[in-house]
């Protein structure tokens, strides 16, 4: 149990995709001025990241027994292209504001780097299936944790009295890097030994 | 060795068939349980819309104009390219007003005869990339560079570069969607309506003098067109001749009388650039 929390808390803090690995960054950007179009493309990606990273740990299997690992690229982008094109379907269905709001955001979780990032690290750091998927949910959450304070802090930012110059995406890619650097205090953690596990 | 390699080919070929096979057969069956019923009519104005996709209305695509129509969020007049827009009022069960037609007016006369170059351009075939090296080749700062990127734009083959390294543009195919207008890294092509023939084929704000050391066609802003114009269609503002369409009635007085040739009527038009 305590070394699924330790993937989890690692992957959300320690290791952030965005912050850390500096995978997802366009709809990081993109879909971060409002705080629920940010919540929403963050339960999108959390679906598609744990799916993604379950199926492919399976695929992963198949492709070293046949002895085909150099497919990996192309399968793994192949189920990340399919679950997007589902998560599409059951969001157009289920909600169509949602699916207003996050518009070309949604097609493009395909080539979030992220969810592919996730998938690759599952076979390089050999977790087992449950540890994959758990890793999967845990950087989702990572990125849909970042994603929405960064959405606040542009909600609010809306109505600063900025410089014209800095309008719009000069303080945002400024804010980043300051968020970026606050999260840079987690790196280096030793989390077993801060938990007492 | 062969046997190995032959195997790894028909395990890729293998897995990556059943893979898609699975994946388009699921993906299948949830588009049909997933299915959303959108408007009939989104389709049905679709299928009259030109389908070039060339994003002239400022939606992304035919299908998103037709979805803007549908949801009220744009006119029925909205793509620029349809000449009769009544069809698509029929379909939403309004009336339709006429619109002017607009078609794309190149703004410079001086090609490689008239206007000399400072230096020989031997970069990317592209007017921005030309634009940012030094200002571009051409000794006018206000010309065209006849690189052509307006006519590489066009997604209705309606324009070509004449052997003068001019656009010229073919005013029966043009839609006026206006993407050779946004191309244009000096701003030489507007929009204009497609009955006023006379044009000023300048955009050289500089003094008299200036403009004859750089093009042979122009605009010296002698004022003689703003003299003789019956309607006083033709003000000089900034060193430049400005026709106003809404005032200009074709009668081509001004293009007899321009000393420098710059202002083209219907005929001398086609004769002067093409």
Request: glycine share 10%.
């Amino acid at each position: 149990m305590t070394e699924y929390l330790l993937i989890v808390l690692s992957a959300i803090f320690i290791n952030n995709f965005i912050v850390a690995r500096f995978l997802g960054i366009c709809p990081f950007l993109g879909v971060s001025k409002q705080v629920e179009t940010a919540t929403g493309m963050g339960m999108a990606v959390t679906f598609v990241m744990a799916l993604a990273s379950g199926i492919t740990y399976w695929l992963q299997k198949v492709l070293v027994m046949f002895n085909i690992e150099f497919l990996q690229t192309i399968t793994f982008i192949l189920v990340i292209a399919v679950l997007v094109q589902f998560v599409e379907m059951v969001i157009k269905k289920s909600s169509p504001v949602l699916y207003q709001a996050l518009g070309i955001y949604l097609p493009l979780i395909t080539t979030n780097c992220a969810v592919l990032g996730v998938t690759i690290i599952n076979v390089t750091e050999n977790y087992n299936f449950l540890q994959s998927v758990v890793n999967g949910i845990g950087g989702a959450l990572g990125f849909s944790l970042l994603l929405i304070l960064f959405a606040g802090i542009r909600e609010r930012l809306a109505f600063a009295p900025l410089p014209k110059a800095l309008e719009g995406i000069p303080i945002a890619l400024i804010t980043a890097g300051l968020v970026s650097m606050a999260f840079l205090g987690f790196s280096g953690f030793n989390l077993e030994a801060l938990l007492g596990f | 060795m062969e046997a190995g390699s032959m195997s790894i080919i028909l395990h890729g070929v293998a897995v990556l068939l059943v893979l898609g096979a699975a994946f388009g057969l699921g993906l299948a069956i949830a588009s049909r349980k997933l299915a959303v019923e959108s408007d009939p009519r989104i389709d049905e104005i679709e299928a009259l819309l030109p389908g070039a996709n060339c994003g002239g209305c400022g939606y992304p695509g035919c299908r998103g104009m037709a979805e803007a129509i549908v949801a009220g969020a744009a006119p029925v007049t909205g793509c620029p390219v349809l000449k009769d827009h009544s069809p698509i009022a029929a379909v939403m069960g309004v009336e339709s007003t006429a619109t002017e037609r607009l078609i794309a007016r190149v703004r410079c006369g001086g090609g490689r005869k008239e206007a000399p170059q400072r230096f020989i351009y031997f970069g990317v075939e592209d007017c921005a990339a030309a634009q940012s090296l030094g200002g571009g080749a051409k000794a006018c700062t206000y010309g065209c560079l006849g690189l052509g990127s307006c006519v590489k734009v066009c997604p209705f083959g309606a324009m070509k570069m004449s052997d003068n390294a001019l656009p010229v543009v073919d005013e029966e195919k043009c839609t006026g969607c206006g993407l050779c207008v946004k191309a244009c890294p000096r701003q030489i092509i507007t929009l204009w309506p497609y009955d006023k023939k006379v044009t000023v084929l300048c955009m050289n704000k500089d003094k008299g003098a200036e403009v004859r050391a750089v093009c042979k066609v122009g605009c010296i802003a002698c004022r003689l067109c703003t003299k003789n114009c019956p309607t006083g269609a033709i003000p000089v503002e900034d060193n430049l001749a400005r026709i106003t369409p809404e005032l200009c009635t074709n009668c081509e007085i001004c293009v007899e009388k321009c000393p420098m040739k710059t202002i083209k009527g219907a005929k001398k038009q086609e004769r002067a650039v093409g």
